[in-house]
């Protein structure tokens, strides 16, 4: 297990770091590498809410990639505050018996007042925070995961923990819930940001100590904080007393109840939460690491050195040192010094260590009991002469927070130096010289850098203001924040932030920052509007930081905000190589994101996100509106992720390790294609009716495929087969033979073309509802269609593969190439090259076999496979010679065309060196005849010459005729990709007869001949089926229509489908040189979409197949079929044709809207989701990314 988290403490080489892990770490002996190798993960950009419904939802990126893989992804919703498991609630406020809280009466900014009698209103939190999730081994577990939730505000503070279920999709789903009892410590106080470790642990945080120095006064100068300027460090101590069961009035007046309760030391520390061995929670304290306004805690990858971030102003930055690797009960504190170099973007600092004390746990813990400030300190007033301070002989001035700048005279009495140490860090840090002029101090993230090789952290600061000025606030003189201090950090005003990049090195043992510099600052001078006070192209107030880690992120951070300078508050990915930013998440008006963390476990990446406070920090007004969904805070995670894992890291088979498929169908044959998914050279062995029959040596030479020729068969026989490929074995596939040329038998199949082209591949999220009432999802939908009908064979007419095209990742769907953004296709797996080696055609076909529903149509149905232009690069001819931008300059055709009819016949039931032109009788009433329009053409550009251009050739012209005339069949099918009737491609690259010239050239000339040669010998039952052109049409030929001025021919009825599983665009124009008619067509042009439009697969009733049905009586029965099973157009031959009355699906029940059947199964639970995604289909601009793989 590795988890991508806030707190980057891996284990190394399996185990918690030895001693010696340190040296390696940076001798570049690291043992086991701390991740794997992989190098991608890239997210969807997420456009600027600029509606008010997007301002009052989180919206998340649509799609991220993960090591070539990618995922439909969106935020999704785990649990809200308020929300019921069992008898709890999540975000209720317990105290120390576990009791619920009440809540005091609030101002106009929603904050408790403590000096007013309570209300009945439970307190529950709309403050959720940093969300853990640890492994869970318990043998009585009730889930495998258990993540604990900080609940930031009020006070008293809460962390409740949550069972989930990591489910098979990578989603989450809470099974368990309750308030973590910490009473033992005292309660939780403000618990913000945190990470984890190596050890499976939670490190929580307690930000905004309560300052001790409060606890000295008497009770009217602590209820109006007159010695510190700060009520609100008041108001948290009094709303905290409700932990121990006392509201207000019970403590007016009464400072000696209030210190008798409440011992502020106990607050400000590191809080670890873990599982024991019955998986039960265990809370520890650790006052070792100081005391602070802690926003988070880091563990480096030595498992020996932590970094503490505190937030406020005036703060510090602290390092801890274990004297042993993994225990954190005893070791060294450090507060840091900062030498500045430079004042551009966020300054340059050199980083010394100054040793604050060294302390075990037990001594701490025996200490604190009882512990006030005046047994730590003594107190003088400091005497202020302009920008000059001075203090009495023997006390130390300093400036330290948190809550604001405070100027103070102290000395330490004797022998209280590690109380001061540990419970006092910042003031003490400040007296010994440490810097305290930090402002807002946030998420602290290490990263190894592969960009440079080096062991960095990444620090927030969420904005550039008063101690980190000189002199001055907010850009205006002011001396209070510098007074008594050291004045180590003097830098411009920024109200925007920085993220801070900082140098590792070892030092002493221990893994030492040394400097630091300002590596992404947000600005106010682009990119803001009435609404923005900072750019909306880069980060406000940089809050929590993580890693993505080296095999999961690509050398990239993530910066979540915690601002009011943007008006929806987003979560950034940056790229360490590049520094392209990428937007991820926008929040929902007034919150704050928070708690983003990746964890990976079983092959899933969960990649939390916690949204804090909706409509908290602004727009306070808008959680009234109809759009809201209310204030209640969010815990949810982008996602899902990933693809679920066996327990021993295996990946789930799914497809089979031996892939078999049927063929070449006849009344007494069948040849049966076999491959080897192990790639191993075996012998591979065919059995039919479980008795072997034939084997084969396969190896790499052909790609670890063999075609068994299997004849002796009898006609309309069933027969069920396996191959064995060593011990791996096939599926059980069948086939069924032929019936005799003599046998009146019926007999059914469906045609098909066009798949995963125009860049839609395999799209594990796509989903269509059958007629039947089932949903079908995943991958190439159509084959699952098409097996439900249970045809006997099937013709594969052409472009079963895209060679020429890549399928990318991502791909944007658009009403034409000038038209607008319509959605996102997403293809999981992706193709990222061009084929032109004989391995890239062969990962092709791979590619389109390894599809679940596809694998299993080819073991139940046999097919014939032909070819068109796709299956090498479009629209080829013989001797062409290509060129840019898809091929190298002067790339000859013949030779893709080589690789590629060798990859056609190992991955396809053909023989080896058998024609692709060839027919094949099936019973009394049924011939096919499988033309080559391919191999023999002459160039596309002659297709307008007057004298005659080869489509077939003589030869292949002659073989057709003649098996036309010979054949006694009822019908006699010429399956073809090119159409007949339909032109395709344009002017000077006409692809099959057609131009759109009505007289009669080029390759028409040829057509003229065969259509001539059919009258004249009275050829009955001449029919086309046909594809290509990616829309579904009924075309009829007719004489008296004909525009070429020849009118010798029978009509001719064309029936046109697809795409399978493509771009569909069209419908096209017609060849009027033989009188072309289109009865029927279906394409984007009639659903209102322009005419090249190039839309996607999920429109579906662009996507089509046929089916064809000849019956004993020979009646034949031609149906153009949608992918969902409803029949577009349907048409009895041999019937009187009526043109005006043909039968097709209503246009006006086709939806425009692509996520339809998304929206049909949509859970109640993302019914919000939804809404977003539709608007945001609607508003998105189209963007271009370019997808590069290794």
């Given amino acids: 297990m590795v988890v991508y988290r806030s707190a980057a403490a891996f284990l190394l080489a399996g185990t918690i770091a030895s001693a010696s892990a340190i040296s390696r770490l940076f001798d570049g002996d690291q043992g086991e590498p701390i991740y794997s190798n992989g190098t991608v993960f890239m997210m969807e950009q997420v456009n600027l809410p600029e509606s008010e419904l997007l301002k009052s939802r989180n919206v998340g990126s649509g799609w991220v990639k993960k090591d070539q893989e990618m995922y439909k ?122 990470s984890m470790t190596s050890w499976n642990t939670h490190l929580g945080s307690e930000e905004y100590e309560p300052d001790a120095r409060l606890l000295t006064l008497d009770y009217e100068l602590f209820k109006n904080a007159s010695v510190v300027d700060g009520n609100w ?71 020996k050195t932590v970094y503490i971030s505190d937030d406020g102003t005036n703060c510090l930055f602290t390092a801890f040192v274990m004297d042993t690797p993994g225990d954190l009960s005893s070791g060294t504190l450090y507060i840091a010094k900062f030498n500045q170099t430079d004042d551009s973007y966020g300054g340059s600092f050199d980083i010394s260590w100054i040793e604050l004390g060294s302390a075990t746990q037990d001594e701490l ?37 948190h809550n604001t700048g405070q100027a103070e005279c102290l000395q330490v009495k004797d022998g209280m130096e590690t109380a001061a140490a540990f419970f006092e860090t910042r003031r003490y840090g400040s007296m010994l010289g440490g810097t305290t002029e930090l402002s807002k101090f946030e998420g602290v993230a290490y990263v190894l850098n592969s960009n440079n090789g080096k062991h960095e952290m990444y620090a927030a600061m969420s904005d550039i203001r008063y101690g980190m000025e000189d002199f001055m606030k907010k850009g205006e003189s002011e001396d209070s924040y510098d007074i008594c201090g050291h004045n180590d950090i003097r830098l411009p005003y920024n109200p925007c932030g920085c993220v801070y990049q900082m140098d590792i090195e070892e030092v002493d043992g221990w893994m030492s920052v040394t400097k630091a510099r300002g590596y992404l600052c947000g600005n106010q001078d682009t990119g803001t509007n009435s609404f923005d006070v900072c750019d909306v192209n880069s980060i406000a107030s940089p809050d929590n930081l993580i890693w993505l880690g080296k095999s999961n992120g690509a050398n990239s951070i993530v910066v979540a905000e915690d601002t009011s300078n943007h008006q929806n508050d987003f979560a950034w990915k940056i790229d360490l190589n590049t520094g392209e930013r990428t937007r991820f998440l926008t929040s929902v008006y007034g919150a704050e994101v928070t708690g983003v963390a990746m964890y990976e476990y079983e092959g899933c990446s969960v990649l939390t996100s916690v949204i804090q406070h909706p409509y908290g920090e602004s727009d306070l007004d808008m959680v009234n509106s109809t ?99 060593g011990n791996l074995e096939s599926v059980q ?63 594969f007419q052409g472009d079963m593969i895209y060679a020429d095209g890549a399928i990318p990742p991502v791909k944007n769907v658009t009403n034409g190439s000038e038209g607008e953004y319509i959605s996102t296709w997403i293809n999981n797996p992706s193709l990222d090259f061009v084929a032109v080696t004989l391995d890239e055609f062969r990962a092709n076909w791979k590619y389109n076999f390894g599809d679940e529903k596809m694998a299993s149509f080819l073991s139940k149905v046999p097919i014939f496979n032909q070819w068109d232009d796709h299956e090498v690069t479009n629209n080829w001819w013989p001797g062409e010679v290509l060129g840019g931008p898809l091929y190298a300059e002067d790339t000859q055709a013949n030779d893709l065309w080589a690789n590629s009819l060798q990859a056609l016949y190992e991955y396809n039931p053909i023989e080896a060196d058998s024609s692709i032109y060839r027919s094949q009788r099936f019973g ?41 005339k010979e054949s006694t069949a009822t019908w006699k099918v010429i399956s073809s990709h090119d159409p007949l009737s339909i032109v395709t491609g344009s002017a000077g690259d006409y692809d099959s007869y057609g131009n759109e010239d009505p007289a009669i050239k080029g390759r028409e000339l040829e057509l003229q001949d065969l259509l ?179």
């Fill in 233 to 303: 460090n008041v108001d948290n101590i009094l709303n905290f007393l409700r932990y121990y069961g006392i509201y207000y009035p019970t403590y007016e007046n009464d400072m000696d109840l209030i210190r008798s309760v409440f011992n502020p030391y106990k607050y400000g520390h590191v809080t670890e939460f873990g599982l024991d061995d019955a998986g039960g929670t265990t809370v520890t304290k650790w006052y070792t690491l100081g005391r602070q306004a802690l926003e988070m805690a880091e563990v480096m990858p030595d498992d």
């Fill in 733 to 795: 596939a069948s086939f069924t033979t032929a019936p005799g040329p003599d046998d009146a038998a019926a007999i059914s199949f469906v045609w098909a073309a066009d798949l995963a082209g125009q860049g839609y591949g395999r799209n594990p999220d796509f989903k269509v509802v059958h007629t039947d009432g089932t949903t079908m999802k995943g991958g190439y939908i159509v084959f699952q269609t098409m097996e439900k009908l249970a045809p006997d064979f099937a013709l």
């Fill in 1012 to 1190: 001539s040669f059919i009258h004249d010998e009275d050829i009955s039952g001449v029919i086309s089926l046909t594809s290509d052109v990616h829309y579904t049409a009924y075309v009829n030929m007719s004489p008296e229509k004909a525009e070429g001025g020849f009118d010798g021919f029978k009509q001719l009825d064309e029936f046109v489908i697809g795409p399978i599983h493509a771009g569909s665009f069209g419908p096209n124009y017609m060849d009027t040189s033989f009188g072309a008619t289109p009865v029927y067509e279906m394409g984007p042009l009639s659903l209102g979409y322009e005419r090249w439009a190039n839309l996607s697969p999920d429109t579906s009733a662009l996507q089509s197949f046929g089916h064809a049905a000849v019956s004993e009586d020979g009646i034949l029965t031609i149906k153009l079929m949608n992918i969902d099973g409803s029949v577009m157009f349907e048409k009895t031959l041999g019937e009187s044709v009526d043109y005006s009355d043909t039968t097709s699906v209503p246009i006006s029940d086709v939806a425009k809207d692509l996520a339809n059947s998304d929206a049909e199964t949509q859970s109640e639970s993302d019914e919000s989701s939804a809404t977003v995604f539709a608007i945001r289909a609607a508003n998105f601009v189209a963007f271009v990314l370019v997808m590069a793989f290794a």
């Fill in 73 to 194: 992804t969106q935020f999704h919703t785990l649990i809200r505050s308020g929300d019921e498991v069992g008898d709890a609630v999540f975000g209720r406020n317990v105290d120390q018996d576990m009791n619920t809280i009440y809540g005091y009466p609030m101002d106009e900014e929603a904050q408790e007042l403590p000096f007013q009698e309570p209300t009945d209103v439970i307190s529950i939190s709309n403050n959720p925070d940093y969300t853990s999730m640890l492994k869970n081994d318990a043998s009585d577990r009730i889930s495998d995961y258990v993540m604990f939730t900080h609940f930031e505000n009020p006070r008293p503070s809460v962390v409740y923990r949550l069972d989930v279920d990591l489910k098979d999709d990578c989603s989450l789903e809470v099974k368990g819930m309750e308030p973590v009892d910490a009473a033992e410590w005292g309660g939780i106080w403000v618990p913000c940001a945190g």
């Fill in 365 to 401: 813990a025996a200490m604190v009991e009882g512990l006030t400030f005046d047994a730590i300190f003594e107190t003088a007033d400091p005497e202020i002469d302009g920008q000059a301070c001075s203090c009495p002989d023997g006390f130390t001035g300093i400036n330290a927070g």
């Fill in 924 to 964: 009394k009433h049924l011939e096919i005849f499988f033309p080559d329009f391919r191999s023999f053409r002459s160039p596309n550009a002659d297709n307008n010459l007057t004298s005659l251009v080869n489509m077939m050739g003589e030869e292949q012209l002659e073989w057709l005729k003649n098996g036309l």
């Fill in 627 to 725: 759009l809201s969904e209310g204030p209640e805070g969010y815990v949810g995670y982008i996602g899902p992720i990933g693809k679920k894992v066996s327990d021993d890291g295996e990946l789930p088979i799914t497809t089979n390790d031996v892939f078999v498929q049927s063929g070449e169908v006849s009344d007494s044959s069948i040849n049966i294609m076999a491959r080897c998914n192990n790639e191993e050279a075996v012998t591979m062995t065919l059995s039919i009716d479980d008795s072997e029959v034939s084997s084969a040596d396969v190896d790499s030479a052909t790609d670890y495929t063999h075609t068994f020729v299997v004849d002796g068969l009898s006609s309309k026989s069933s027969h069920t087969y396996k191959v064995m490929c």
